[in-house]
Structures are given as C-alpha cells and as structure tokens.
C-alpha cells in the first residue's frame, strides 16, 4: 500500500465519525436558525427574523459582549500567571519537570463539577476562607460577595483554564535557544530589553495559543458561571439552554448558538494568522 | 530571578491544590459544616457515600458509557494520529482542523445540536447517544496523546524495514504499533477518566439511566452536605492514579526509543 492511500485510508473513519457527530448536527443547528416557532410548532419558513432579533435586543447582545469580555480577561490574568510558570517548566525545572507537568494537569482531570464543587467550599459565607478569617480575627462578619458573584465566576474560571495557558507557554519556551538572550546580554542590552525584543516575540505564538485555548473555553463555560455566579449566572450559554428547555425557542437559540460559532470561528481564523505571523518572526530571529 | 521563579511556581501549586485539599479535609471531618475550626476526624462520610445504592448505580452507568467511549476513541484517536504525523493525507491541515472543531465548539451548543439531530432522526436517548456524543469531544485529546507519541519514533527505523524487504503493513505491524502501544495505553486511560468526568454532554444526551456525574450535580444543586466531600476525593484519587499511571506509561515510551 503506498503511504498516501494509507493515510487517506486511516483518515476516512475519523472524518465520517465527525461528519456525523460533529458537522452534521452543527448542520442542522444552522437551518433551524433561519425558521420561526409558530405557538407549539416550528415553522420551517426559512427567515432571517431571529438574528434581526438578536441584533435588535440590547439583553442578548449585552450576553454575548459579556461572554467575549470574559473571555479575553481570563485569558490576560492566565497568561500573566502562567507565563513565569512555564519558563521556570522549561528552563530551571532540570529534572522536576515531568513531575511538575503532570502534577499542573492532575486537577484538570476531576471534573468541571468536582472543582466548582470545591470551590463552593471555599468561597461560601460558611466556607473555608470566611470562617478562617473570622476565626483569625481580621474580619467580623463574612465577606458575602465572595460566593455567588462574578468573582468567584472568574476565579473559578482561572482556575480551570490556567493549565492550558501554561502548556502552551511551556512549548514555546521549550523550543526558546537560551543563544538569542546570551548574544543579546553580551551586546549589553538590560533585561527588561532583553525580555520586550527577545524573548516576548520568540514566545508570542504560545501565548497565542494558550491564550486562543482559554478565550474559547470561558466564551463555552456553561457550569461554572451557573454554579457559582449567582445572579449574574446568566451568560449567553444559559440562554441558549433556556431556549431549548423552558423557553421553547429552538430557532432563536439556534441563531444565538451560530453567532456565537460565527465570531468564535473568526477569532480562530485571526489566531491563527497572528500565529503563522509570529512563527514566521521566531524563525527569522 | 531563579528563587522568584520558585517561589511563583510554589504559589501557583498552591493554588492549583487548595481546592483539592480543602475537600479532602472537610471529608475526614466530623462537623455538618464545612468550615473551621476542625471539629474532630471521622470515617462517616465515606461510610455514607459507599453504602449509597442510587450513587451505586451512577458509577457502574459511568464505567458502562466510560470503557467504549475509551476504546472508540483509542481507536479513532490513533488512526487520525497516524494520518496526521506518519503517513502523508491528503488534504492534511482540513482534516486537522476538523479534528480541533469538537474542541473549540462550546460543549453546550455541541449538545443541543446533537439532540435536534438524534430528534430528528428518531434516535431516542440512551446510553449509545451518550457514548456518541462524549467521543468526538474526546477525540481531540486521545489523537493528540498519541500523535506526541509518533512523533519521537524514529522514521529510520521504518525505512530499515522497507529495505529489509517488509510491506507498509508488516513493518506498521512489526515496528509502528509495538512503539505506539504506550502511547494507546495512555490514551485510553486519560479518555476514560475524561469520559467519566463530563457532565454537560452527559446530561442532556442521556435517558433514564443517570451516570454519576449527573447524580452528582443534581444533590449539588440542592444540599452541599459533607458527605459529597467523600465522593469527591474518591474520584479525585481514583483519576490522579489513573492519569499518574498513563502519563508515566506515556513518558516510558519517550526513553525506550
């Protein structure tokens, strides 16, 4: 068998399962957007009304600004956390790293559920951090803002996502020739230089990608802002949810669920661009 | 420069293990509330969460959508790894970024779009809807596991057994799978507790029978009772010992070549 059929060969199951599970239900999600719900049927009359609603109504866009919003501040606060993280990963760790690397991705692999679940614990007014602070005598009353509000959403959410940060951070660094910083230093540039031209560039595609992975995550969180947010749990997710229980609105939330595919593709596509960009500066340096 | 960065990655661990630490405290604890100070140390939890028949039955409905959801994208998993990083594909960057979409569409909107199709296929929900859903979000990770794995094998070696005479199949055979079995270990493993620990797809894809992470949630939602402090750290030790095992599987496999 030549090597190209074979690839084109073991490539074909893994396009029909995806195909079937993947594009074709993201297919129909589609049509549904252009029909209408008539009292308890759907009208299959195909129509742009739905997405003329969601431009016209000031809540749904504010959801979806929101969402995006999130989105792009977590993916900042991850970076500026896991940036340190991953150069000391690739470049002090020396025989550590394996273990460290492991020991960032264990928790991701307990469950949205689980970690929402502890952070409840410690966020409540009975929870871990106001009955310890009352018990050390540094407040009287517990802080009641930090259950159940967007703070705790974003914690959470920082929580959760950060892993990715670093590992794609950490890729970036691993493949970062210490020579560039030696030549630099050695030409006498200070190392707030040496960091802003040497090394923030060569490692801008991972901060890219890292930064891509946690922004499409948070816009796609659906448990955590539910569970943790309170009142301000309601997200353009949820919405689309309500629509497709409660709400009985399949089409609107259809059309909501391919805006929001729609800028979440654009974000990619401009991404990576911005990726190929910077790869393309990091060979040339 | 160094001690800072050690000091950053000692909070940042910290922070990563807080959450984990605080469950497993308050899980040995004897106080309804979980708060400090500790009251005393007990074994009540546990007793109650393994004694609990209704969560009994969620963890076997776990294992039952768990062990194929491992297995299909094993499978899946390694013949788009090797697709992707052995053998030439026609039009390889499409077919990658296929493979990414599950992973980059929010898991919510996977989920309805998969249940407006199954309804209007007729498709009642069922453990196999379930097991269809949670595999092509899983795919992603289990084609990655094992592409890392493909790429530290030495192509030399495949092109020693062409000249010994040996077909694309007996040296796939003979030297590409021998050295990509860790790598489907790991993969199956790192599935397996990814498929038992998703809740989203589970949840809206599923019929009467109610896996664990759905039961879970739903006693979430009304009482925070200490005793799903148990729960949670029989998981979390459950998939640290699965996942400690297949990333050390995985790492094997980079010395050995």
Redesign the interface.
Known sequence: ????S???W??L???A??GA??????A??FA?SFFSVDFVTISHDPSLKNYARILQSETYRGLIARAFGSGLLVAAITAV??Y??A???AK?AGAAK?M?L??????L???????I??????L?A???I???LI?LGAIDAPLQGLLFSPLATHIALT?NY??FMVIGLWLAFESLDDAWLEAAADLGAPGRDRFRRVTLPLTAPGLIAGGLMVF?MV?????TPQ?LGGASGVTV?SA??DL?GTAFD?PL??AI?WT??AI??LC?GAGAVLIRRSSLVAEGA | MSRLGTLWVCLVFGFMYLPIAMIALFSVNTSDVMAFPLTGVTGQWFAEILGDGRLGGGFLTTLAVAFPVALLTTLLGAAAALALSFYATRFRVLFAALLLLPFLVPRLILAVAQLILFKELGVSRSLLTVIAGQSVIILPFTTVIVASVLIRIDRRLIEAAADLGASGWSSFRRVVLPLMGNGLMAAWVIAFVLSSSEYVLTAFLSGRQQALSVLVASDFRFDLSPSLNALAVLIVLGNIALVVIAEAIRHRSGRLN
Not at chain 1, 102 to 107: D, F, I, R
Not at chain 1, 109 to 115: A, F, H, K
Not at chain 1, 219 to 223: C, I, S
Request: glycine share 8%; hydrophobic share 60%; net charge positive.
């Open positions: 068998m030549r090597p190209q074979a690839g084109t073991l490539a199951p893994v396009v399962a995806l599970l993947c594009l074709a239900p993201l129909i999600l549904y956390i896991g340190p993280v150069w000391f990963l002090r394996t460290l492991t020991l960032l991705l264990v928790p692999y307990s469950g949205d559920l689980l970690r679940f502890a952070w409840r614990v410690l409540g009975e929870g871990a106001n009955r310890s018990w929580y950060l892993p499409v816009v796609g969180d659906y448990l569970l997710i689309i949810n497709f399949w939330g259809s669920a929001m595919l979440l593709m990619f």
